[in-house]
C-alpha cells in the first residue's frame, strides 16, 4: 500500500524517526498500531494537533468514526486551519450518515481555504450522493477550477449533469475526463450511454 497524501502531509513536518514510524505502519495498514502510537504521542504532548489527528485517523481505518469525530474535533480546536482534519471529520460524519453535518464541515473547510479542490470535491461527492446534483454541480465546477487535473472532479461533474439531465454539461466534462483518463471516461459512457 502506498502513503495517502494525508500522511505524506503530516510525515513532512516531522522528525525523520517519527515519520518514518508513521508511514510504514500506514503501509502495513497497522491500525492498531497507528492508535498506539498516537495515544503514546498523546501522552507526551497533549496539546499537539498533529497527535490528535494520527489518533482520529487510526481510528477512522478501523470503523471506530464516533470516536474518530472526538479526535478531529479535538485536532480542529488547536488548530482550526488544517483542510486534511476538516476533511477527515466530514468523511467520519458522513460514513455514520451525518450527512447534514458533514455539509457543514465541509463549508467550515471552505471558510479557512476557500480555494481547496478537495472540499469542493469532498461537498460535490456528498449531494451527489444525496441525489441534489443542483448542490453538486456548482461544487464540482470549483472543484475542476481549483484543480483542473483531477479526474474523479470531472467524473463526478459529468456524473452530476447526467442526474441532472444537462447533456452539455455532462459532455464537457467528459471531455475534460477523458484528457486525464480516458478509461474512466469510457466507463462512465458505457454506464450510462442508454441515457
Not at 106 to 115: D, G, K, W
Not at 153 to 167: H, N, P, V
Request: glycine share 6%.
Amino acid at each position: 500500500m502506498s502513503v495517502t497524501p494525508l500522511i505524506a502531509a503530516l510525515a513532512s513536518h516531522l522528525d525523520q524517526g517519527t515519520a518514518r514510524e508513521i508511514v510504514e505502519l500506514e503501509k502495513k495498514q497497522d491500525w492498531p498500531g497507528m492508535l498506539s502510537l498516537a495515544r503514546a504521542l498523546l501522552q507526551r504532548e497533549p496539546g499537539r494537533a498533529d497527535w490528535w489527528f494520527l489518533q482520529g485517523y487510526a481510528l477512522a481505518r478501523q470503523g471506530q468514526h464516533a470516536a474518530a469525530i472526538e479526535s478531529y474535533q479535538q485536532a480542529i480546536r488547536i488548530s482550526p486551519e488544517d483542510e486534511g482534519t476538516w476533511l477527515s471529520l466530514g468523511q467520519s460524519q458522513g460514513a455514520l450518515g451525518q450527512m447534514e453535518r458533514a455539509i457543514q464541515t465541509y463549508r467550515q473547510a471552505l471558510r479557512y481555504r476557500p480555494e481547496s479542490a478537495q472540499a469542493y470535491l469532498a461537498l460535490a461527492d456528498l449531494y451527489l450522493r444525496q441525489r441534489r446534483p443542483d448542490l453538486a454541480i456548482p461544487n464540482y465546477r470549483e472543484s475542476v477550477r481549483y484543480d483542473p487535473d483531477s479526474a474523479q472532479s470531472w467524473y463526478g461533474l459529468a456524473a452530476a449533469c447526467q442526474q441532472a439531465g444537462q447533456r452539455e454539461g455532462r459532455d464537457e466534462a467528459l471531455q475534460g475526463l477523458r484528457k486525464l483518463d480516458p478509461a474512466a471516461a469510457d466507463r462512465f459512457e458505457k454506464q450510462y450511454r442508454s441515457n
